[in-house]
């Protein structure tokens, strides 16, 4: 007994200081390999509807004039009634939660409740044609997760939050670079040594899930576009200032109608919340019909065309994927941003190519998607290492660069607030006081 006793007091501490930590670990590993599997389940979700979607539209175009606003009435009242929290993209949601002191409130926003209503209403509203992403939808998802796995150990949710959420990033679209980057730069906006290694760790294990389901991809695919020294430079400030000048708008519209228009209009969409969404997704199905149907979904196939000089898009694709892709993020339901922004970024991109005929359309496709994203998100880092990462376009790293730059310079003229930061102040003033520790 005597020895049993002795044999306690010494691994009392031992399993405590060895044991629990190594528990610790596996469970954050195995909550980056389930970020890495929901992200891949997310894209087969989003791909599939996209499909569907089309199969209908090949029946009548004209469908979507139905369709379309009733998805997005259904959308928006799931994300209200039965799944509050998921509408949106879900990125100002997973700022907000780190920046929350309180556990209750912090869970309301990452809970795996959450998370499923995400997925299903993100789902739904490609099913009905939505111009939306789920690359924000799985950066909450992923910080869902992360937080449900590490819920033993509250002390580290706010690193668990940001590491899921860059996870997220980095599985959806094979760019563990950026992933890391988004990290950084959106969700904290500091570099924090206290969760680096748990961020990489997550980032890992989401990817290696995502490899091994999907296998190694360039998720526009490799290209070999060069931007040669002398007149094809111009398209960098070019680029730069109008992708800077439509993200800041598009940037400052959301912001407003997430924060409520004034007067009657505010009040009025405020009473009438699904019928407005009804009316934003009659919005997109006009939009749909004027393009040919090429601005509905992600606008993955009409970016990657563009990229490759592959099939046709629409003369006015980036215009009016704009303007649809702006409806759906004012209406309210569940989706992301990142992929219809490359796209309208795509979309702005080629219509430059008369005016600047010495750049070839690779290039200026290339540029436009990072000057487009860095005017929207104002993160200048994570839109050209996207970019660059997810078309392994090493020859084209230093105008992204410049082009992400100015646009982010020019952006802040039209909307000086950053978009996810500013609707996460939102959510934190009505959930309660943030946390006012440093890390």
Request: with cysteine.
């Amino acid at each position: 007994m005597r020895v049993d006793r002795s044999w306690r007091r010494v691994a009392g501490p031992w399993r405590e200081t060895v044991l629990a930590p190594g528990r610790r670990r596996a469970l954050f590993i195995l909550g980056g390999l389930a970020v890495g599997g929901a992200a891949v389940l997310m894209a087969k979700l989003a791909d599939a509807a996209q499909a569907a979607f089309r199969d209908i539209l090949a029946v009548s175009p004209l469908i979507a004039l139905g369709l379309t606003p009733l998805g997005f009435g259904l959308a928006a009242l799931l994300a209200r009634t039965v799944f509050p929290n998921s509408e949106g993209s879900g990125i100002p949601q997973v700022i907000a939660a780190r920046d929350l002191a309180d556990p209750a409130a912090r869970h309301a926003l990452v809970s795996l409740r959450v998370a499923l209503g995400k997925v299903i209403a993100m789902t739904l509203g490609l099913l009905c044609g939505a111009s939306t992403g789920r690359e924000g939808p799985t950066v909450q998802v992923g910080a869902a997760l992360m937080a449900a796995a590490g819920r033993a150990t509250p002390e580290h949710q706010r690193g668990l939050l940001l590491a899921g959420g860059a996870a997220g990033v980095a599985a959806a679209f094979n760019t563990p670079l950026a992933g890391i980057v988004f990290g950084i730069e959106e969700l904290s906006r500091s570099y924090e040594a206290k969760t680096s290694g748990l961020v990489i760790g997550t980032v890992i294990a989401a990817g290696l899930t995502s490899l091994a389901l999907l296998g190694n991809y360039a998720y526009f695919g490799t290209t070999p576009a060069t931007l040669p020294l002398g007149a094809a430079w111009l398209a960098v400030p070019v680029c730069g200032v109008l992708g800077g000048l439509s993200g800041g708008l598009f940037s400052r519209i959301v912001i407003a109608f997430g924060r409520g228009l004034p007067g009657r209009a505010g009040a009025l969409i405020r009473r009438r919340p699904v019928a407005f969404a009804m009316l934003c997704g009659l919005g997109v199905a006009l939009c749909g019909l004027a393009s040919g149907g090429h601005v509905y979904g992600t606008g993955y196939d009409e970016a990657r065309a563009l990229l490759h000089g592959e099939g046709d898009t629409h003369a006015l694709f980036g215009p009016l994927k704009f303007v649809a892709t702006t409806l759906s993020s004012i209406s309210g339901i569940p989706g992301g941003l990142f992929a219809p922004s490359l796209a309208v970024g795509a979309g702005l991109g080629s219509q430059l190519s008369p005016l600047l005929p010495a750049a070839p359309i690779g290039a200026l496709v290339l540029i436009g998607m990072a000057a487009y994203l860095a005017g929207v998100l104002q993160a200048p880092i994570t839109s050209f290492v996207i970019v660059s990462e997810m078309t392994e376009a090493h020859a084209l790293v230093i105008p992204l660069m410049l082009a992400a730059l100015v646009a982010d310079a020019t952006s802040k003229l039209i909307c000086p607030e950053g978009l996810y930061h500013a609707l996460a102040e939102g959510i934190v003033a009505r959930l309660g006081p943030p946390d006012r520790r440093e890390t």
